[in-house]
């Protein structure tokens, strides 16, 4: 995932836990972060969906954390805006006949495989609410 999705998720989820319930606008969101609000929009969107979010239309309206952020896992953010792979795509068309190009794209299966389960158990251990008291 070589991208800046968890870390805006992160950052929009940190700020929610910070605001105590209060709602907080995608454009104040967006102001903290240094993104257009429509970059936040689309991330709560994937958080909502995930159930780490909840938001309310109007006027008066904005997003809060759906659940305590001590009962939020980084896991659980890292699931809801995983788009790839952790280390990245196979080899498309190695060399059949090639030693290595015959076997690599299970070699690195397995590896990414690996990778990705040391991180989730990683992730699974902390909590928002540990993530975001530094702030």
């Known amino acids: 995932m070589n991208n800046t999705r968890l870390s805006t998720a992160l950052h929009i989820l940190s ?37 780490l979010v909840e938001s309310l239309a109007g006027k008066e309206g904005g997003t809060r954390l759906a659940k305590p952020a001590q009962k939020i896992k980084l896991s659980e953010v890292y699931q809801a805006v995983q788009q790839a792979t952790l280390l990245g795509k196979k080899n498309l068309q190695p060399n059949p006949n090639c030693p290595v190009g015959k076997k690599i794209n299970d070699q690195l299966e397995a590896l990414y495989a690996e990778a990705e389960e040391k991180l989730m158990k990683f992730l699974a251990k902390k909590t928002l609410a540990e993530f975001s008291s530094v702030f």
């Open 15 to 51: 700020l929610l836990a910070h605001s105590e319930g209060d709602l907080l606008t995608s454009e104040w969101i967006a102001g903290s972060i240094g993104v257009n609000p429509v970059i936040v929009r689309k991330e709560m969107a994937v958080l909502k969906k995930a159930g």
